[in-house]
Each structure stands twice: as structure tokens, then as C-alpha cells.
């Protein structure tokens, strides 16, 4: 499939969604593709993800009382894991593994308000991939 049908792909899949805080995803989903012109976003495990190389960020988009962005490194997890580090200030990130976390904002609000730290920490986990 190509860029473009990936792409197409992705926008129907967000006109179907019925989700409380689909208008916080979409301004999430550009904010993260505005990071940089390599980032390109198709669907894995049933939710939009970002990826450069490979896939590094992917909404998890049920149970949908929060909104919630897996950081990893891909669909397989490297062995040995290396450690990533971010800076947390709002305490947003659950650590699953040391190089796979959650971020989770409870509220629009939160989304709107956070959505520049939100970047800067996914700006921080592409670089240490």
C-alpha cells in the first residue's frame, strides 16, 4: 500500500471513529505529524501511528475514557531494551518496559493545554531512537 492510500486509509478510519475525544485525537494526530516531514501515519492495531524508519507512536483508543499514546520502538521489542528517558513534568507517562511507555491525558482540556509538551516529549523519544 502506499503513502498515499495509507494516508486515505487513516482519514476514513478516523471519520468512522466514534470516540469522546476524537477532535483532541485530530489535533494531536497534526501536532505530531508537524514534527517533522519524515513522520507518516497509517493504522496499526486498530489505531492512527506514527512512524519514521519504523513505528515509534501509536494511540491506543480503547478503553476510550482517556486519550493515550504508546511510546516504543516498534512492533518487536529490541533485544536487550535500552533505557529512554523523558522529561515528565505533568506526570503523563506509565513506564511498561524501559523503552515502551504510555502517555495519557484525562481530559480536553488537558489535551489543549499540554499538546506542546506532548510534542516536545515525542520530539525527545525520536531522538533517542
Known amino acids: 500500500m502506499s503513502g498515499t492510500d495509507k494516508e486515505a486509509e487513516v482519514e476514513s478510519f478516523m471519520q468512522r471513529l466514534e470516540h469522546p475525544f476524537k477532535a483532541d485525537i485530530d489535533q494531536l494526530r497534526k501536532a505530531i505529524k508537524g514534527i517533522s516531514p519524515a513522520i507518516r501515519e497509517e493504522i496499526k492495531w486498530n489505531a ?8 515509534f507512536a501509536t494511540f491506543k483508543l480503547y478503553p476510550p475514557k482517556t486519550i493515550q499514546i504508546v511510546l ?9 531494551p535500552r533505557q529512554f528517558h523523558l522529561k515528565d513534568p ?4 506509565t513506564w511498561a ?7 495519557t ?4 482540556k488537558q489535551s489543549v493545554e499540554l499538546q506542546g509538551v ?12
Open 48 to 55: 492512527p501511528s506514527f512512524k519514521t524508519d519504523d513505528h
Open 72 to 80: 516504543h520502538t516498534g512492533a518487536k521489542a529490541k533485544k536487550p
Open 90 to 93: 505533568h506526570s503523563l507517562l
Open 97 to 103: 518496559a524501559p523503552d515502551r511507555c504510555v502517555l
Open 105 to 108: 491525558l484525562t481530559s480536553s
Open 118 to 129: 506532548v510534542v516536545n516529549m515525542l520530539k525527545e523519544w525520536l531522538g533517542q531512537l
